[in-house]
């Protein structure tokens, strides 16, 4: 190190003495072009300032074939001079204080950056060197110490110039570098600054957007540092929230009416109404004049700190673009005699000052130059100038215009917070140079107990106290310390609220404080808000419509996650909450309501007592027992007449009994079933059906003769016993064959035992079919082949027909068919077989005789086998009657 010092001093002393060896090893390269302030006579130490004062550097013609010049700046920009004068404000306050650094006088020197990291590191070497030429490595002048700079104004400035001072460990207080990648202490070991880290911002505005719900929002950043690492922190918390980005879209740093209308297509095609800009004033500005042109409305900007109050931006016509704006806004405070100290400028102080004064008021403060335009402007008019006209030409500054009459950015004291973030970056090193001073020899940090002088110091002596530096900001009382070069992250929620007459009012409507727990860090008042086009709610901002409950997202291929279509649920599955991934299936004893967002037990259906068919069904049962009863009573009451003898009344009613019974068996199907119910009427029914063909077969003597040796009775009865001890019918739940509804039915069991049990009464039927069919024609007292035939033709028609008709149904109503094929097979049997005798014995009495009932025998010449005429005559009438009352043929 000290060979290196001893090899930089030869260097040096070469380069300022001119001799031939050291012209050839130590010449300068070039020269810079700075403007700003310097007051360094007489002072004991010297702070560094960097404003970007003008907002670009001026183009040059890229001649190479010259000596190249340092590039000057254009584009004055009063809200940073403002900047700029605050902080000779704030050296002069603490100059005349006698309780801060009361033996020592500050002096300064400050450059423009014109807002170009070229600008910044121009200044910077310059700074480093301490004369108006920049020699790297070495300090060439012998005036006051440097203590710290100030500045350099925007992140990727500060980046640049950070960089540099760093390698030589000397202090760097920033007011508006907020980029999160200039709290890199390695990358950046002298770095500190008084205005909140951008990732505290980037957090404020992320909460800000899920706080209103927007999930389809648009990103815009500047082509800096700034920019791209504030966007890239939002965008980073957003899309883990379930936020998606809609577009995003750079600024360029070079103005570009390309890329400006390509942005400006994008936001007008682009569905997201809520746009987060991330970008300087100056970057911004151009872009906001081009969406004005196209007469773009109804978007909503969120404001980083670095535009939010800026009047750049106000152009006008502006309201309908910007209005309802939401920004953050660092601290703002009100700096007495500030406002005084910006109205008492001097224009001819210095060529900085000069400038603004020309910008403001449009005129010159060269006598020379305006008699110049003036002849000119003569000229083209074909006119001469006046001797007046000579002695104080157009265009022409007195130098005594008033700064107060006019509403400009510079003099607006109303939103000091940038400006108030200069103040209090200039304290913090008056501060940390006040605790360097007062110093107690052998208390001191360096070297076990040593002290640092104030009037030669190292950079690295000094960048001990600024990191423990902790003071009271004047008038404000704010309390500044640092937290590793970092302050604590506070902003206020902007909302840019216009008047009818287009003037704008910043309105804070919340808070933010990075420093509170989660749940305590935001704070908005909502109904405070006014929003674009003057609406009363937020706006919405969403690349598709919630899914409501009872139907769930589905994801659009190729889209984003938050573009998505809403499918219904399917039937049984529900969703319940908003935007679900996934329907529910409800349990198997549910099922989805119409809205499909709650499952609902599922309808239990049975053929009830209660309801309209059930008690169709009943009364129908019980008029076909009455009937039947009936005509057992018309039966008894003609027990001794030849008609009621011929048919063995107590096997006739038995046949009457087997049929009272079914009729009523038909109710047990009837309500909802149980265990018991089910075993009744399906074993029931089995036994009065093999009852109903026993009955019938002993109607008839040669049905009866086959009937009563087979012993039919036996292998049923055996069958259902079985049945019912093995595999009995029991209650179940059917759920499979309606989805909405469960119903009550009886489980046969075993569907082996019921077929067998079945199909043995229809084998008996069958039987009891053919024996009829076959005895239709015997002689007998009174044969019944023929009715019985035709009421087994109606059971087989009935129960054939029942089949399709049962397996085609559902519900209750396959009960009902069941039921009713019961009805119709015993109404048609008691039709067939009683209708005939019950007309008899009712209407016809006359024919119920002895002779009536007499077996008629068949001639074999086709004539009768009667003794008399009468016979013949006789017989052909009980034929007739017989006949005509479907008792013979």
Known sequence: MAIGRRLL??????????????????????????????????????????????????????????????????????????????????????????????????GYVIYDSCFTISKAVEGTLTYLTG?????????????????????????????????????????????SSTCSALESKFQFPTFLRTIPNDKHQSTAMAKLVLHFGWTWVGTIAADDDYGKYGIKDFKEQVEEAGV????????????????????????????????????????????????????????????????VTSALVMEPGVSSLLGGTLGFGVKRAQIPGLRRHLLNLDPYDDPLTEEFWETLFNCTLDYSKALRQAKQRAKETNGTLSRAARAVPDGLCTGRESLADLNNTYSDVSQLRITYSVYKAVYAVANALHNLEHC???????????????????????????KNVRYTVPHTGEVIYFDDGDVEGYYDILNWQFNSDGEI???????????????????????????NNDMLEPPRSVCSENCQPGTRKGIRQGEPVCCFDCIPCADGEISNSTNARECILCSEDDWSNDAHDACV???????????????????????????????????????????????????????????????????????????????????????VSLLLWYSLSSNNKFMNSFFCCSGVFVPQAIACTVWLIVLPPQRIKNTSSQNIKIILECDEGSVVFICCIFGYD????????????????????????????????????????????????????????QIFAILASSFGMLTCIFLPKCYVLLVKPERNTEEMMRPQTKPRDGTSTGTSASLATTAT???????????DD
């Open 877 to 887: 009438e009980v034929q007739a009657t017989t006949a005509s009352s479907g008792i």
């Open 131 to 175: 004369q108006d030429e920049a020699v790297p490595n070495y300090r060439c002048g012998n005036g006051p110490p440097l203590a710290s700079l100030v500045g350099a104004g925007g992140s990727d400035l500060s980046i640049a110039t950070a960089r540099i001072l760093g390698l030589y460990h000397f202090p760097q207080v920033s007011y």
């Open 505 to 531: 009012s910043y309105v804070t409507v919340g808070r933010y404080n990075g420093s509170a727990a989660p749940e305590d860090g935001m704070t908005i008042r909502n109904d405070s808000i006014v929003w």
């Open 762 to 817: 229809i084998l008996l039927a069958l039987v009891a079919f053919v024996f009829a069919f076959i005895s239709r024609k015997l002689e007998d007292y009174f044969n019944e082949g023929k009715c019985m035939t035709f009421g087994m033709l109606v059971f087989f028609i009935v129960w054939i027909s029942f089949v399709p008709a049962y397996l085609s149904t559902r519900g209750k109503f396959m009960v009902a068919v």
């Open 9 to 106: 001093g030869l260097c040096a002393f070469f380069f300022f003495y001119g001799s031939l060896s050291a012209e050839s090893t130590c010449k300068l390269k070039a020269k810079f072009n700075l403007s700003g302030y310097k007051n360094v006579e007489k002072k004991k130490v010297v702070i560094g300032g960097m404003f970007p004062v003008h907002m670009r550097i001026a183009s040059n013609d890229g001649n190479t074939s010259r000596l190249p010049v340092s590039s000057g700046c254009e584009g004055f920009n009063f809200r940073t001079f403002r900047w700029t004068q605050t902080m000779l404000f704030a050296i002069n306050e603490i100059n005349k204080r006698q309780d801060l650094l009361p033996n020592t006088d500050l």
């Open 601 to 687: 037990p599922k309808i239990i259906e049975f053929l009830a007592f209660g309801e309209p068919l059930g008690i169709t069904l009943i009364v129908i049962s019980a008029f076909g027992a009455l009937v039947t009863i009936a005509v057992g009573v018309v039966f008894i009451l003609n027990l001794g007449t030849p008609l009621v003898k011929a048919n063995d009344p107590l096997l006739t009613f038995s046949l009457l009994f087997s049929l009272v019974v079914t009729f009523l068996c038909s109710i047990v199907f009837l309500g909802e079933p149980q265990n018991w119910s089910c075993m009744t009427s399906q074993v029931a029914l089995a036994l």
């Open 440 to 466: 107690e020899p052998g208390r001191g940090p360096f070297n076990g107990k040593d002290c640092a002088d104030i009037t030669d110091f190292e950079p690295w002596q000094l960048m001990y106290y600024m």
């Open 244 to 307: 998606c980005i809609s577009f995003s879209e750079t600024l360029p740093k070079v103005h570009s009416p390309e890329d400006i209308q390509r942005i400006v297509q994008t936001v007008v095609e682009a569905t997201a109404k809520i746009i987060v800009v991330f970008s300087s004033d100056v970057d911004f500005s151009p872009l906001i004049s081009e969406l004005l042109r196209h007469n773009v409305t109804n978007r909503t900007w969120i404001a980083s700190e670095a535009w």
